[in-house]
């Protein structure tokens, strides 16, 4: 299964990468390359993830990283990576969102 990125997601990543490499960049490049790692798995095992519980879709999925919340939806072709956020935030997308993808 190929991974897509949402456009929403891709740019939580770049912010995140950011927002790390303005204290040390080599974390940054580090946090980056662990999470497209954990995507990679994911791929071959797509419902190893849990159930976000905001939602309750059983194609709506996520996984933890550290701190980082990784959501995802598995489509027949690919899993589309739709949000990474910090996990002691709010849930930055709705259900509308991710129905409108």
Do not use: C
Not at 46 to 71: A, C, D, H, T, W
């Amino acid at each position: 299964m190929k991974v897509r990125w949402t456009i929403r997601a891709a740019n939580d990543l770049v912010e995140i990468v950011l927002f790390i490499a303005a204290d040390n960049p080599k974390a940054a490049l580090m946090t980056a390359q662990k999470i497209r790692k954990k995507l990679k798995g994911l791929a071959v095992h797509p419902k190893s993830g849990r159930v976000v519980p905001e939602f309750g879709n059983p194609s709506i999925r996520e996984v933890l990283m550290g701190n980082y919340r990784i959501v995802y939806r598995i489509g027949k072709e690919a899993l589309h990576v739709l949000t990474v956020f910090e996990g002691h935030r709010l849930m930055p997308i709705d259900e509308k969102d991710i129905s409108n993808r």
